[in-house]
């Protein structure tokens, strides 16, 4: 194929001198280098230009920084004068910044002023108050001011204002500070003085209001419509009666008496060996509010009574110590019905009588160690339901659900059997009661009848007669009187000797009543309900119905217990008092574990025994001890568990 012809200016292009070509490439060359070196030293400008820009606003910000501190903390300085001020060179450029934008030429001077002044700044200095409701507008606009005119030329000028801003500053205080509580203390300890003053004067003058005042106040009126304030006196004297009717019967109250703080008030107050409260002087003697309560403060004595063991039981701890069982070397076949302690042995070493439905009686002499048996006996015809000690002797009452009874005698070892009562045809002699000195029994007869049995003849000696069924009985400490109460929920109070219902009340729990206790001061009465009412026997028959075994009308009285234990939730079918009356214990058989033990003067039960692993089972019987060192409880595995009492055994 034929070339084809290239044009005549390519070919001119193509044979170009090599002479030509090698002098213009140099020229290029530093064409190149020139413009890399402009862009170079352009980019070099423009670097150092942002540098010195962003130094000059870092400056500005410090300036701004510098001048809104001095705003909001006062000072001319700014922070770096201020408590925060630092050693470092850091803050000797903030305030170059700051005089080189406003132009101060005293800086040093001033620098070195503020200083000093900072080092003898308060904490009143570094914090205000700011109240509101004053003009604080105003203070902003002197510290603006004072932030403008600080950097000025006249150091004179700058020197006078930081002074009064000190001043000012000092002046207000600091922020947990109220300037006006060091300034007005000494006149508001006057006003609180003077307005307790008259506090009290009005007080003495308007007196107490029963009406008014709290709830609680009304019970100290006379009558329903007693609505005129009481003066102070005569309100102490009203807290005093009520203190006197409500208060348990095992506290002393004497110090409430009326009419001994009365007497107290005629009689001068003489002055005492080694002074004391009781120190006479003109004041106190004019005083005719007597403190009667400062007797008591000036002892620590107990308000209680002491009890058998010279301590008063502490409410809600119970210092209880499980001991050997004390049927353990021969134990029951069946339920323990009955277990009691012979009222007339040894308060260290008791005896104890366990009895049950397998037909045994049995004696156990109580160490806390062996508990070893001493004699026992079987009764073939008689099931025993209860049993009990004829006083201090050594005989014992048995009964069941038979028409007879059994009387056994453990010194000579002789048994009576009582074929009937004569005159009575109950069927059943199951449920009975003994007088303390064991000379009256009562059985619990049909139709509403009590029976009266003679414990050393063994003959019938009268009936007393109730509305309904008789379901509880009980004896008074002193044997002279006889409770008992049933179906109706009444509770009657008869006379041995005269055979006279002396008393009759209505329960308030309204229920059946199941079981009944009694001390010389304390009344426990248990329903089917499982409520047990605490009623006080501190008022004798006559003071309460003007005259004593004439007998009442068919009508119950109201009567108000001191306290309802509802601690049970079934029957309450066994209560009982400790010798010297500080617990009761409640019991119940419908249900496992019920048992509750009472604190009396404060009517609290105690909360740390028995718990709920404590293993009682089914409660069938509870006795205490002649000095209360022992606790036993009789359950239907056939165990009578024992336990130690401390506090009666510390002395």
Same mark, same amino acid.
């Given at each position: 194929?034929?070339?084809?012809? @290239? ?11 090599? %002479? ?11 064409? +190149? ?10 980019? $070099? ?26 705003? &909001? ?17 850091? /803050? ?38 700011? +109240? ?31 002074? /009064? ?11 947990? @500070? ?19 003053? +008259? ?62 703080? /009365? ?12 002074? =004391?409260y009781g120190s006479s002087s003109d004041e106190e003697s004019e005083d005719e509010d007597y403190n009667a309560a400062a007797d008591i403060l000036e002892s620590n004595a107990s308000l209680f009574q002491h009890s058998s ?66 004699? =026992? ?8 339901? #209860? ?18 009874? *059994? ?73 002279? *009187? ?18 006279? #219902? ?40 006559? $003071? &309460? *119905? ?35 009356? @500080? ?11 019920? &048992? ?19 293993? &009682? ?7 205490? $001890? ?13 165990? #009578? %568990? ?10």
């Amino acid at each position: 194929m034929p070339k084809k012809k @290239q044009s005549k200016k390519a070919q001119e292009q193509k044979h170009v001198s090599p %002479l030509n070509h090698s002098v213009d490439a140099p020229d290029e060359a530093i064409s +190149r280098s020139n413009k890399r070196t402009k862009k170079a030293s352009k980019a $070099s400008s423009d670097r150092k230009e942002h540098k010195d820009n962003k130094h000059a606003l870092s400056e500005t910000k410090l300036a701004e920084e510098a001048a809104l501190t001095a705003m &909001l903390f006062g000072g001319g300085g700014g922070a770096s004068s201020g408590a925060w001020a630092d050693d470092d060179d850091d /803050q000797i450029n903030d305030t170059s910044a700051w005089d080189d934008k406003y132009g101060n030429q005293n800086s040093d001077d001033d620098d070195s002023d503020k200083e000093d002044k900072a080092t003898n700044w308060s904490s009143g200095d570094l914090f205000a108050i700011d +109240r509101s409701g004053e003009d604080i507008g105003e203070d902003e606009d002197d510290a603006s001011e004072r932030s403008d005119n600080e950097h000025q030329s006249d150091t004179d000028s700058d020197d006078d204002e930081s002074e /009064q801003e000190v001043n000012k500053a000092s002046m207000q205080g600091a922020a947990w @500070q109220d300037p006006e509580s060091d300034s007005d203390s000494d006149d508001s300890d006057d006003d609180d003085s003077d307005s307790e003053e +008259r506090i009290i004067k009005s007080k003495k003058q308007k007196g107490v209001s029963l009406v008014d005042g709290p709830n609680r106040l009304k019970k100290l009126r006379r009558y329903r419509d007693e609505t005129d304030p009481l003066s102070l006196s005569e309100y102490e004297l009203r807290l005093r009666e009520r203190f006197m009717n409500t208060a348990s019967v095992a506290a002393n109250t004497s110090w409430a008496d009326v009419k001994q703080i /009365q007497h107290k008030e005629e009689e001068p107050k003489t002055k005492r060996k080694g002074g =004391g409260y009781g120190s006479s002087s003109d004041e106190e003697s004019e005083d005719e509010d007597y403190n009667a309560a400062a007797d008591i403060l000036e002892s620590n004595a107990s308000l209680f009574q002491h009890s058998s063991s010279g301590m008063q039981l502490p409410p809600t701890i119970l210092d209880v110590v499980r001991t050997r069982d004390g049927n353990l070397s021969d134990p029951n076949n069946s339920v323990v019905s009955a277990v009691q302690f012979h009222p007339g042995s040894d308060e260290e070493n008791p005896l104890l009588m366990t009895a049950g439905m397998d037909k045994m009686l049995r004696f156990f002499r109580i160490d806390g160690e062996e508990n070893p048996k001493i004699h =026992g006996i079987h009764f073939p015809t008689l099931p025993i339901t #209860c049993a009990s000690f004829l006083g201090d002797s050594g005989s014992v009452v048995m009964s069941g659900r038979r028409p007879f009874f *059994y009387i056994y005698d453990a010194i000579s070892g002789n048994i009576q059997k009582i074929q009937s009562i004569v005159g009575r045809k109950e069927r059943s002699l199951e449920k009975f009661t003994v007088s303390p000195n064991g000379d009256v029994i009562a059985f619990v007869g049909n139709d509403g009848y009590i029976i009266l049995v003679d414990g050393k003849s063994r003959q019938w000696i009268g009936d007393l007669k109730m509305n309904g069924s008789v379901r509880a009985i009980t004896f008074s400490e002193d044997g002279e *009187y006889i409770m008992g109460s049933g179906s109706d929920g009444d509770v009657y109070k008869w006379n041995i000797q005269s055979r006279r #219902c002396v008393e009759r009340f209505h329960n308030e729990d309204g229920t059946i009543t199941s079981s009944l206790a009694a001390t010389s001061n304390f009344l426990a009465v248990g329903s089917e309900s499982g409520v047990v009412n605490l009623y006080t026997e501190k008022y004798s028959r006559s $003071s &309460l *119905y003007g005259g004593s075994d004439k007998g009442v009308g068919l009508n119950a009285t109201e009567r108000n217990p001191l306290k309802s234990i509802m601690n049970l939730t079934t029957s309450a079918d066994s209560l009982k008092f400790n010798a010297d009356g @500080q617990i009761l214990a409640l019991s119940t058989r419908r249900e496992t574990n019920g &048992l509750k033990l009472l604190h009396v003067p404060t009517q609290t039960v105690f909360s740390n025994w028995p718990t709920s692993k404590t293993p &009682l089972k089914y409660v069938w019987s509870t006795d205490f $001890s002649p000095g209360s060192k022992y606790f036993a409880v009789g359950n239907d595995h056939g165990k #009578c %568990l024992l336990y130690r009492l401390k506090h009666y055994w510390d002395e």
